[in-house]
C-alpha cells in the first residue's frame, strides 16, 4: 500500500492566487514526520517546511503553510500569493520514527504551473 | 545557496567507463544519503552513512559502489554501468537526531547519462 499520496499529477494556478497541494499518508507509527519539498526543473530538491505529529499547530514558513488534519492523515501544501519562481515539482515525504532507519517515504509529486 | 555540493553537475559515460560521483556537505551533519530519480519519478533511496558508516543499502548493484572518506564527504563509485542508469543522481545529508525532525538537505545533483 503506498504510504505518500499525492492525486494531483499536475496543477495549474495565476500568478499571485493561493494554491493547495494535497498529500494523504498512511502510518502506524505514533511518531512521524512530514516534509514537503520543491524541486526545479534544475533539478535540486529544495526544504520547504516539516510537521511533526506531536505538534499542536501547523507549521508555516513565509508563503507556505501546512494544513495538517491528523485524524484525516493529510498534510496539504498551501502556497499563497503564487510566483511564477514557484513553478516545480513539489514532493511530500514522511519519515516514520519508529523503525530503526532514517528512511524519507516520498509521493509521486505534483507538477504545479504558475501563470502569468 | 546550498551547503550540500555535487560534482560534477553533468556527466557521460560508456559501460565500460569508471567515474566517480562526489559529494559534499558543510553543515556537519553525521548522515548522508545517495538518491537516484528518474524523470517524472520520486527520488529512489540506494545508500545510507551513519557516522561514516554505511547504514542502508538498498540492494543496489554492485557496479555503484558508495564510499564516506569523512563525515563531510560521500563519493559514488560507478563501474560498467548500463544505459537504464542514466539518472539524476541526488546526494543529501542530515544531522542525524531520533524522535526529532531531521531534515535531509539535499545537493544540485549530477545528471548522468549513460551511452
Known amino acids: 500500500a503506498q504510504k505518500i499520496t499525492q492525486t494531483q499529477p499536475g496543477m495549474f494556478v495565476q500568478e499571485k492566487e493561493a494554491v493547495t497541494l494535497d498529500c494523504t499518508y498512511d502510518?502506524?507509527?505514533?511518531?512521524?514526520?512530514l516534509f514537503w519539498y520543491k524541486q526545479p526543473s534544475s533539478g535540486e530538491m529544495i526544504f520547504l517546511i516539516y510537521?511533526?505529529?506531536?505538534?499542536?499547530q501547523n507549521a508555516t514558513e513565509g508563503r507556505y503553510s501546512l494544513n495538517f488534519q491528523k485524524a484525516r492523515k493529510s498534510a496539504n501544501l498551501v502556497i499563497s500569493a503564487s510566483q511564477l519562481g514557484d513553478s516545480a515539482m513539489y514532493f511530500c515525504?514522511?519519515?516514520?520514527?519508529?523503525?530503526?532507519?532514517?528512511?524519507?517515504?516520498f509521493g509521486t509529486g505534483t507538477l504545479l504551473a504558475v501563470q502569468p | 545557496d546550498t551547503e550540500v555540493t555535487q560534482t560534477p553537475k553533468h556527466l557521460v559515460m560508456g559501460m565500460t567507463n569508471k567515474k566517480s560521483l562526489k559529494c559534499e556537505q558543510h553543515?556537519?551533519?553525521?548522515?548522508m544519503y545517495w538518491y537516484k530519480q528518474k524523470a517524472k519519478k520520486p527520488p529512489e533511496l540506494m545508500f545510507v552513512?551513519?557516522?561514516?558508516?554505511?547504514?542502508i543499502n538498498e540492494s543496489v548493484p554492485s557496479r555503484f559502489s558508495p564510499e564516506c572518506p569523512n563525515s563531510s564527504l560521500l563519493n559514488l563509485h560507478l563501474h560498467a554501468l548500463q544505459p537504464e542508469d542514466s539518472a539524476l543522481y541526488l546526494c543529501?545529508?542530515?544531522?542525524?537526531?531520533?524522535?526529532?525532525?531531521?531534515?535531509?538537505?539535499f545537493g544540485p545533483g549530477t545528471r548522468l547519462t549513460v551511452l
Open positions: 502510518t502506524s507509527d505514533p511518531s512521524y514526520g
Open positions: 553543515m556537519g551533519h553525521r548522515a
Open positions: 552513512y551513519s557516522y561514516e558508516k554505511l547504514s
Open positions: 515525504a514522511m519519515r516514520e520514527y519508529g523503525g530503526a532507519t532514517n528512511k524519507l517515504i
Open positions: 543529501a545529508s542530515s544531522q542525524e537526531r531520533w524522535g526529532s525532525t531531521d531534515t535531509q538537505y
Open positions: 510537521q511533526g505529529s506531536y505538534d499542536q
